[in-house]
């Protein structure tokens, strides 16, 4: 993948425009993903998505080719995404579960079990209103870990800060994450 | 009770991030403590609902949106030059920085000095003698000459350290002196404390779907009256099915649209959030009032797109600056000439070409007759739009009409209602 990608990135360089729409639709569903978990709402993790291929095409010759493609995307994007929550974080969100977005089961048996959905949603909005609760900054280790299956090493380097701070960011995440549900659920009994 | 150290190494465990020393302390705490048993347990449990979350897919295929975006832009790669040429060398911010310091240094040791040390004295006041100095500045007293000044003598600085004062920042606002009556210059205050009287134009708000009943289309319409431009705001949930209506209605009012490339290409995807303006000139206060009821009405009959409130005002400085940025001019200031009437020679001929328009025109066709109405040019746009000058923002200055007493300048909103 990543031998394609240079090639489509040199493609590229040399002025084939088309070449990079083959880059979005290659990395498109995996960056929104990831993004969506950050941002939580369809609409914002578009804009993000598609702000950061624009970013990523006018810095594209200063991609060094070190790194995958993915990864060089995805810093972009985590910034942009962390930016933009900041900016946001006084607005309060219903988050956008009812959405036009296609959502895939990981087990695909698991779809056809009856109450499945509604679990699904469930177990979603719990996890939706914790993640929402934490800061921008704790989230995106969480998301980045746990969604992306990242190294500390990775980490700290797409987010420029040392390894000791993802160590720590991602160790007070962890019990806030867990005590946000743990509140939820005894809410939930009550 | 775990310490933090033993959260720590337990949320690392999750974390899969341990060497091999501390994977034995963490065996070893889990064996000794019921807690931290119960608490990993937990941790990882939550790590793997994250994992489990649903994967989302991208609702439309980005490329398309993308490359457009990058076609209208006309964005390349950016060539990032290897080294940046600096216009000021290091060395000099490093000699300009260690003769501070010595100065600094100087400085402080004669003010720490013995006042008695001759050698100081002497040099402090060859230094001080080769400074221009007001009479009132010499020692007149038969006492010995003093080689230090007591702290907080302004002069003192000037023997040893000349320090050149910054010019003071011009104010962007000449404030005129203040009246006897002034209360807060009375009180002390100064020029940069001094209040401002700002004159604020609150903004009229009607509702869109009470239009239709003439006392609210007449007193839109007198507060337009007053204005010469105006911006117009809507509200709405869905920004490209609202602007369809408005569409509608703007073409029922004879409004030719030239609608930027990427707008297009933008408004064909609902699913993405877009902010629309339309700008629009020569707009008579009853005219607009009349699409905004065409608009309401619809809306008010149909599933409604907007949210119902108009928010009217005049066109602010920000709105110029945006309107700038929108059309590479500031249409409130540059507006097309008025064609002059030029004299006819009645001795000469008219030519055939004159003439077979004129014929054309008293038929209705090609130039409209004298009398009818000519039609609006609109330029719409997503906001906050991207700075590019497309064909179909060309065509629109070119069509630009010249300015009509009693009209507006309008600049249309419909804006995403933010919950």
Redesign the interface.
């Known amino acids: 993948m990543s031998a394609d990608d240079n090639r489509l990135i040199a493609d590229?360089?040399a002025g084939d425009?088309?070449a990079?729409?083959?880059l979005?639709?290659r990395h498109?569903?995996r960056l929104?993903?990831t993004v969506?978990?950050l941002v939580e709402n369809?609409?914002d993790?578009?804009?993000v998505?598609?702000e950061s291929?624009?970013n990523a095409?006018?810095?594209?010759?200063?991609f060094k080719g070190d790194a995958q493609f993915f990864t060089w995307l995805y810093r972009i994007a985590v910034n942009t995404a962390i930016s933009l929550k900041r900016k946001k974080r006084v607005?309060l969100?219903?988050p956008d579960l009812q959405g036009?977005?296609?959502?895939?089961?990981?087990d695909p048996s698991e779809a056809s079990r009856p109450g499945y959905a509604l679990e699904?949603a469930e177990?979603?909005q719990k996890?939706h209103r914790a993640l929402e609760r934490l800061s921008p900054e704790h989230r995106v280790v969480?998301?980045m870990?746990?969604?992306e299956g990242q190294?500390?090493e990775d980490m700290a380097e797409t987010l420029g800060v040392p390894i000791g701070t993802i160590?720590?960011r991602?160790?007070r995440a962890?019990?806030e994450?867990?005590e946000l549900?743990?509140r939820d659920e005894t809410e939930a009994r009550r | 009770m775990l310490t933090p150290h033993e959260l720590e190494l337990l949320t690392a465990h999750v974390d899969g991030e341990l060497n091999s020393a501390q994977r034995r302390q963490v065996a070893a705490l889990l064996e000794r403590s019921g807690e931290a048993r119960t608490l990993l347990t937990q941790l990882q449990r939550d790590a793997e609902r994250l994992r489990s979350l649903s994967r989302r897919t991208v609702p439309i295929d980005l490329s398309e949106t993308v490359l457009a975006e990058i076609g209208q832009l006309a964005c390349q790669p950016r060539v990032v030059p290897l080294r940046r040429t600096t216009k000021f060398p290091l060395w000099r911010g490093v000699a300009a920085a260690a003769a501070v310091l010595f100065a600094v240094g100087l400085g402080s040791f004669l003010l720490n000095s013995p006042k008695g040390d001759p050698t100081i004295a002497n040099n402090t006041q060859a230094s001080i003698d080769k400074q221009p100095e007001s009479g009132n500045d010499r020692d007149t007293s038969p006492l010995p000459r003093k080689t230090l000044e007591p702290l907080g003598n302004p002069n003192r600085d000037k023997a040893i350290v000349k320090v050149e004062q910054l010019p003071t920042p011009r104010p962007v606002q000449t404030t005129p002196p203040p009246n006897q009556g002034d209360i807060l210059a009375a009180n002390g205050h100064d020029s940069a404390t001094k209040l401002e009287k700002v004159e604020v134009d609150l903004p009229t708000i009607a509702r869109l779907h009470e239009l239709h009943q003439e006392e609210h289309a007449s007193a839109l319409t007198d507060r337009l009256s007053k204005l010469r431009s105006a911006r117009v705001e809507l509200t709405s949930r869905e920004g490209a099915k609202a602007f369809e209506r408005l569409r509608k209605a703007l073409e029922a009012k004879q409004v030719t649209l030239h609608v930027d490339p990427l707008t297009q290409a933008r408004l064909k995807k609902p699913q993405q959030k877009t902010d629309v303006v339309v700008f629009l000139e020569n707009v008579k206060p009853e005219t607009l009032v009349e699409l905004l009821q065409q608009v309401g009405n619809e809306d008010r009959m149909g599933d409604p797109h907007f949210e119902g409130a108009v928010v009217v005002k005049e066109l602010a400085r920000w709105d110029r600056k945006d309107l700038m940025d929108l059309l590479g001019i500031d249409p409130l200031v540059n507006r097309p000439s008025p064609i002059r009437k030029q004299g006819v020679d009645i001795r000469r001929e008219f030519p055939e070409q004159t003439a077979r328009e004129v014929v054309a025109a008293l038929d209705g066709k090609g130039v409209p007759r004298p009398g009818s109405e000519p039609r609006h040019h609109a330029f719409v746009s997503h906001f906050p739009a991207t700075k590019n000058r497309s064909t179909e923002l060309t065509r629109f200055l070119e069509l630009r009409q010249p300015v009509k007493s009693g009209t507006l300048q309008v600049l249309l909103l419909v804006i995403r209602h933010v919950s």
């Open positions: 590229c360089l425009t088309k990079f729409g083959e979005v639709r498109q569903d929104y993903n969506f978990r369809a609409e993790a578009l804009d998505v598609q291929f624009i095409y006018q810095s594209l010759d200063s607005l969100r219903i036009q977005i296609s959502i895939e089961p990981i699904q177990e979603e996890l969480l998301v870990k746990e969604l190294k500390y160590r720590s991602l160790h962890r019990l994450l867990r549900l743990e």
